[in-house]
């Protein structure tokens, strides 16, 4: 078999390792050859280098698979952002990946030359892809290794014949997914949907936590996700935040940061009854609700509280007046709700809502309850709004919808919502790991948003990874600039 025309090409330094390919996919790959000699027959396409190598990490066993994410090769190094999304795809597929630094030598590292270069962080090691990857874009490049000998076990050793042919299953065993990757190459537009990302109220936050962790140093404790991102809360649990479920897990007199979404009162004196040194990140947004639920039950009147039951906004909403606020999820809801007094209602919304979804119960309700009062000002965030309305926009040109976030990200998962009401396929995903290369079929245009809690980089990494299917060319439609800032609590200023 030999290579056909494409929009993608699978290397494979030797024949062994091209048949343990090739009957996963549709053409055989191209066996570029061992070392420094070898040679790519196309420089301009996207291409996998796949083949087998030696682990340099204990945790990297034989016939796991090593993804990388940046080739090493002598002193010059490389980035390959294809990586989080190839080794999604295969993670799914049921094998054991690994993502990391590949080294590449030109002979076989064994002994103390390899111990040293374990010191160095990589992963594994091989004679090829550096030195193809000179050759080719490393932008567009992918390199998946299965192990065959590590430290312990090397490649002189009776049991490399048992090791190479289960390394060679691997590779077979991801055949279809390189198959998969090569399906989707070719060129794309995103369009990114502006603003996105980080939220006034969500910057705040994560900025009272590490401020917290630089004054009183670690740890901090932080009650609940500090903001619905699990990227977010890995980060700051490195630098020295630990999470809990409650206040009684905290240490008395310790540091405790209650998290953007707000809180009861009765944690409040939970927190007091504990002697902690309580920092409070609630979104002022936030704050502005619960004020408005003191303000109208104070006066007598029963709350329709519009939101999700279960979210912590709405957990710590109702903690205020917990005998007169009724949660109000749906349409359905508002046309059946009761209350003791239809004279004295008030409404108030979580503040990450679908703003036509929220505005259809709150139509409902004031029908039904001519009196309802409605708060001050509107209780939907600027942010959810803004990123809602950006999103139409983007969703009228594209094939497709990416929203970055988290899945218990309320604002989030509402933005894939807005997109499939609008028309257009849509998936919420954590990072670049989580798309799924099916999703690309047919895919031309893209849109891509983030939730108000979701890392701007790992936007970039989604475009970047994206990039390396093909020509991909980059704009954006919504545009609203946001200026919002909050203002820090005492304790961290």
């Given at each position: ?57 204990p ?19 490389v ?11 295969l ?18 590292v ?119 991102n ?30 953007a ?48 039951a ?54 409902i ?13 509107d209780d ?22 990416l ?91």
């Amino acid at each position: 078999m030999t290579q056909t025309a494409c929009r993608a090409q699978v290397l494979t330094p030797l024949r062994l390792e091209r048949m343990a390919l090739e009957h996963g996919m549709r053409a055989a790959p191209y066996v570029s050859g061992r070392g420094p000699q070898g040679r790519a027959p196309r420089t301009d396409l996207p291409t996998v280098v796949a083949g087998v190598a030696g682990s340099l990490a204990p945790h990297v066993r034989p016939a796991d698979l090593v993804v990388a994410d940046r080739l090493r090769t002598g002193r010059t190094e490389v980035a390959l952002p294809s990586a989080p999304l190839l080794a999604g795809a295969l993670r799914r597929a049921g094998l054991t990946v690994h993502v990391g630094t590949v080294e590449t030598a030109d002979h076989v590292v064994t002994g103390a030359e390899r111990r040293r270069l374990a010191t160095s962080g990589a992963l594994a090691v091989d004679t090829e892809s550096g030195y193809l990857a000179m050759q080719l874009d490393p932008t567009r490049l992918a390199v998946v290794r299965a192990v065959v000998d590590t430290d312990d076990d090397p490649l002189v050793h009776p049991g490399t014949l048992k090791r190479g042919v289960a390394a060679l299953r691997s590779l077979r065993a991801a055949a279809p997914v390189m198959q998969d990757w090569l399906d989707v190459c070719g060129d794309r537009t995103v369009v990114r949907a502006e603003p996105q990302s980080f939220c006034a109220g969500v910057e705040r936050a994560i900025e009272v936590v590490e401020r917290a962790i630089a004054i009183h140093g670690a740890p901090v404790y932080v009650r609940r996700q500090i903001v619905h991102n699990t990227h977010v809360v890995a980060d700051l649990e490195r630098r020295g935040a630990v999470f809990v479920h409650e206040l009684d897990e905290v240490p008395e007199g310790a540091v405790a940061v209650l998290a953007a979404h707000g809180v009861a009162p009765s944690v409040r004196v939970q927190a007091a009854e504990r002697h902690l040194q309580v920092i409070d990140a609630t979104c002022p947004l936030v704050a502005k609700v619960h004020q408005e639920v003191r303000r109208f039950t104070g006066a007598g009147r029963t709350v329709f509280l519009i939101g999700h039951a279960g979210h912590e906004e709405v957990v710590g909403t109702t903690g205020e007046a917990p005998d007169h606020v009724v949660l109000v999820e749906s349409t359905a809801d508002a046309r059946r709700v009761e209350v003791p007094d239809p004279e004295r209602v008030s409404y108030v919304m979580q503040t990450t809502l679908s703003v036509e979804e929220a505005e259809e119960i709150a139509a409902i309700l004031r029908e039904r309850f001519p009196a309802l009062q409605a708060p001050r000002r509107d209780d939907i965030c600027y942010a959810t709004s803004n990123r809602q309305q950006a999103i139409r926009e983007v969703a009228a040109v594209t094939d497709l919808i990416l929203v970055v976030g988290s899945p218990n990200s309320s604002n989030s998962l509402r933005l894939a919502e807005v997109a499939r009401a609008a028309g257009t396929r849509a998936h919420l995903i954590e990072d670049a790991s989580a798309l799924e290369l099916r999703w690309l079929r047919g895919a031309r245009r893209i849109g891509i948003s983030a939730g108000a809690s979701a890392p701007p980089s790992l936007v970039t990494e989604l475009i970047n990874a994206l990039a390396a299917l093909g020509d991909l060319q980059v704009t954006q439609a919504g545009g609203v600039t946001e200026t919002m800032q909050f203002t820090l609590p005492r304790e961290v200023v």
